[in-house]
């Protein structure tokens, strides 16, 4: 722990649905929903207009659709967040050459690197709202919750404690007293099953945990687990600002239109999905000793198991044969009969050698396929909502709503008002979708964006690769989650059209 509130941690407010707000002024004060649109979909980001409604991150959409109809639920434009991230990113490192980004939409800042004439409390607060004022204007509009503190630990709480669009500074010497009427969930890693531990042990505010002895934390939640809550409740933290961070884990993950039952199905996904891992290693020239599958219940349970191997691997064979071993050891353990959702497989531990190699290499015989009917990532043909579109005449909107073979768009730009609503056939072809132009080649358009998919692949440098991007990996403290792609239902429109709209209803 620092002597000095040094460490910065910023954190974009309902980034993605801030982002849409900022891109369609029609959606300006409004609640809106950015996330899977379908049936199946999971909410990534809610606005905050929508949260005094109960609509948060992780909830399917169903129920955000049942808690706030009249709010506009959008799939995701990652070309925006993107470019959005990008300028804030670009303004903290020439602040400091030590930012660590956790996601799209937050980073720590070590200030110890920034060229200030001081750290103490009056200087970096007049800083940190100064960046914060920076941020709006570079990003039009978009606001940040800042928090500043002796370690990473603290900064990360106190940006959680105004928002949104909030500075806390936590001053040396108080972060105990600030620490210990909260819950001890705002621990990181205390999840709900740590936290259960802990009540059944009478443990539920930081002050709680400050009064047990490491030995019995330890008995209580593990060793490494317990060591580092002990710390943690005593606002012991002493981890740096790293600014890169190493490649922890690469994965695939895919949700289903049919909850999944079969075994042998299950195990042909399990074996694609590490065919895919494996590819992406070796892409990266990076192998992995422990491999996890992660399973998605009909109830949104969501179960993992891992096997860490003698050496690693980057082989898909290896991996698909760990996974379906773990996926038979949890169904003789775990009752899956309601169905799964979800199936996943990744390899962490990340090493840029494979035991192998020590000896010359193998030549180790491929996995042969599951002779199963494997379900195909369905792709659908309609306009997902929020879309960027483009029509010859009209010019630049986003899609209001599609179903029926009518497109229905409001034509409106950041830079412009409200605009009005228009329908379309869905194949007419004077409207286009529209991504910005390719930097590296800004003679030449840009690809449009396809009709979108369903499978999230966790690449091993943190960024997510989702079939029409429709997907995110940002997990952030606003609620961006990695699970905006859980869709399998038709796009019958983003959000309820006025009787006077020509547009589909929601």
């Not at 309902?14 to 002024?25: N, T």
């Not at 200087?123 to 709202?129: E, H, L, S």
């Not at 042998?264 to 399990?270: I, T, Y």
């Not at 412009?416 to 930097?439: C, I, K």
Request: glycine share 10%; proline share 7%.
């Amino acid at each position: 722990m620092r002597a000095q509130a040094s460490v910065l941690h910023l954190d974009l407010d309902a980034f993605f649905a801030s982002v849409e707000q900022r891109d369609k002024p029609s959606l300006r004060g409004k609640p809106v929903v950015v996330g899977g649109v379908g049936g199946r979909g999971v909410v990534s980001t809610a606005s905050y207009e929508a949260r005094v409604f109960g609509v948060h991150s992780a909830m399917s959409t169903r129920e955000a659709r049942s808690r706030c109809p009249h709010a506009a639920f959008l799939t995701g434009r990652f070309h925006a967040y993107r470019e959005a991230s990008g300028v804030v990113m670009g303004l903290l490192r020439a602040v400091s050459p030590l930012v660590e980004p956790l996601s799209l939409d937050e980073a720590f800042v070590d200030l110890e690197r920034a060229d200030l004439p001081d750290l103490e409390t009056p200087t970096v607060t007049a800083f940190a709202q100064r960046l914060r004022q920076e941020v709006s204007a570079a990003t039009g509009g978009l606001t940040a919750s800042v928090g500043l503190g002796t370690s990473k630990f603290i900064a990360k709480v106190a940006s959680d404690l105004d928002k949104p669009d909030g500075l806390t500074v936590v001053a040396p010497g108080t972060e105990q007293e600030l620490l210990r009427p909260m819950k001890a969930t705002v621990i990181p890693g205390v999840g709900p099953a740590t936290a259960e531990r802990l009540r059944r042990a009478g443990i539920v505010t930081v002050a709680d945990l400050e009064a047990v002895s490491a030995e019995e934390l330890v008995r209580i939640v593990g060793r490494s687990h317990g060591t580092g809550l002990w710390h943690l409740a005593r606002a012991l933290d002493d981890r740096p600002v790293v600014a890169e961070r190493e490649a922890k884990s690469v994965s695939v993950e895919g949700t289903y239109d049919t909850d999944l039952t079969d075994r042998r199905l299950m195990e042909g996904l399990l074996t694609r999905q590490a065919g895919e891992v494996a590819a992406r290693l070796v892409k990266h020239g990076l192998s992995g000793r422990t491999i996890t599958i992660k399973v998605r219940l009909h109830d949104f349970t969501t179960v993992n198991r891992s096997s860490t191997l003698p050496s690693p691997t980057d082989t898909a064979g290896t991996i698909a044969r760990v996974a379906r071993s773990l996926l038979g050891d949890l169904l003789a353990s775990a009752d899956l009969s309601g169905g799964v959702r979800l199936l996943g497989v990744g390899v962490s531990g990340l090493a840029d050698w494979v035991q192998e190699d020590l000896f010359g290499g193998t030549d180790a015989e491929p996995e042969p396929e599951v002779p199963v009917d494997l379900p195909t990532m369905r792709r659908r043909e309609t306009w997902p909502p929020g879309l960027d579109v483009e029509h010859d005449e009209m010019g630049r909107g986003w899609v209001w709503g599609s179903g029926r073979g009518v497109v229905t768009v409001r034509f409106e730009t950041a830079e412009t008002p409200a605009g009005p609503v228009r329908s379309y056939a869905a194949d007419d072809p004077q409207l286009h979708a529209w991504l910005p132009p390719d930097p590296a080649d800004p003679a030449e358009p840009a690809e449009p964006v396809g009709p979108a998919g369903r499978d999230t692949v966790t690449d091993a440098d943190g960024s997510t690769d989702v079939a029409a991007e429709s997907a995110a990996d940002s997990t952030g403290d606003d609620g961006e989650v990695g699970e905006v792609g859980e869709d399998t239902g038709d796009d019958a429109g983003g959000l309820s059209a006025p009787p006077d709209a020509p547009g589909p209803r929601a």
